[in-house]
Antibody
Framework: QLQLQESGPGLVKPSETLSLTCTVSGGSISSSSYYWGWIRQPPGKGLEWIGSIYYSGSTYYNPSLKSRVTISVDTSKNQFSLKLSSVTAADTAVYYC??????????????WGQGTMVTVSS | DIQMTQSPSSLSASVGDRVTITCRASQSISSYLNWYQQKPGKAPKLLIYAASSLQSGVPSRFSGSGSGTDFTLTISSLQPEDFATYYCQQSYSTRFTFGPGTKVDIK
């Protein structure tokens, strides 16, 4: 059974870089039908897609965050990572990693990590 | 970007009620519409994909319909475990966007 687990600091100072890692277990990150993504949710608010990556390293990002976001993949560790630079209080949120499945008729985030709360504060 | 709206933003219902939630896209997205359920403190869970296909393991009281710009999620008989927030999400564009959510709580 595939599982995703986020890890990283829960507190980041303003103007610094938020760094999170998602570890995939129970399956390979290199499967051809899947992309891997980051989605966040500010406290009491809705979901915002941040960006996604394919195991080959191909990425695509939310245009509103693109200038500050880098997503990378390490297939040897079965992990992918998020870096968000120049953070402000507006970046305080629960950050989820998720698998995006792309098959005929199915293009959705079908497996999610439990989420990790990141607070931006000095 | 494709904007997603949902109505209502919240609703109160009783166990056994039929519940309908509407999602609208700012442009046609064919059937590239997914529905998620989120309970407090938990990650979202995929319920419906491609507008009307039930994800494996999801109870049959959940159903989805629609195409183009207008979509509906229906819970035929609300159960205690269904009280949650529901989000729609378009996958027509790889600039994925979610609706603002509909909170279903107990009347």
């Amino acid at each position: 059974q595939l599982q995703l687990q986020e890890s990283g600091p829960g507190l980041v100072k303003p103007s610094e870089t938020l760094s999170l890692t998602c570890t995939v277990s129970g399956g390979s990150i290199s499967s051809s039908s899947y992309y891997w993504g980051w989605i966040r949710q500010p406290p009491g608010k809705g979901l915002e897609w941040i960006g996604s990556i394919y195991y080959s390293g191909s990425t695509y990002y939310n245009p509103s965050l693109k200038s500050r976001v880098t997503i990378s993949v390490d297939t040897s560790k079965n992990q992918f990572s998020l870096k968000l630079s120049s953070v402000t209080a507006a970046d305080t949120a629960v950050y989820y990693c998720a698998r995006r499945v792309t098959m005929v008729q199915l293009d959705a985030f079908d497996i999610w990590g439990q989420g990790t709360m990141v607070t931006v504060s000095s | 970007d494709i904007q997603m709206t949902q109505s209502p933003s919240s609703l109160s219902a009783s166990v056994g009620d039929r519940v309908t939630i509407t999602c609208r896209a700012s442009q046609s997205i064919s059937s590239y519409l997914n529905w998620y359920q989120q309970k407090p403190g938990k990650a979202p869970k995929l319920l419906i994909y491609a507008a009307s296909s039930l994800q494996s393991g999801v109870p049959s009281r959940f159903s989805g319909s629609g195409s183009g710009t207008d979509f509906t999620l229906t819970i035929s008989s609300l159960q205690p475990e269904d009280f949650a927030t529901y989000y729609c999400q378009q996958s027509y564009s790889t600039r994925f966007t979610f609706g603002p959510g509909t909170k279903v709580d107990i009347k």
